[in-house]
């Protein structure tokens, strides 16, 4: 198990409009927000699935 992996300090939701996300804070000072909410609000605002697909692919830069 890695121990240098950063642990989420606190976590809360932040409401727009008519969604709400899970917003975290990690033990390096970083703030996240989980993919699955990422997902929601980037749908929210009418960004295609396919486009979401692709921003939140890991391998995107290997893509052609």
């Known amino acids: ?9 606190s976590k809360g939701k932040v409401k727009l ?3 709400e996300i899970t917003v975290c804070v990690l033990d390096n000072g970083q703030r996240v927000i989980p993919e699955d909410d ?16 692709y921003l939140l692919n890991p391998k995107r830069d ?3």
């Open 62 to 64: 290997k893509i052609i």
């Open 1 to 9: 198990m890695n121990n240098d992996m950063p642990k989420v300090v």
């Open 38 to 53: 990422m997902r929601k609000a980037l749908l929210f605002l009418g960004i295609p699935q396919k486009d979401i697909e």
């Open 17 to 19: 409009l008519d969604i």
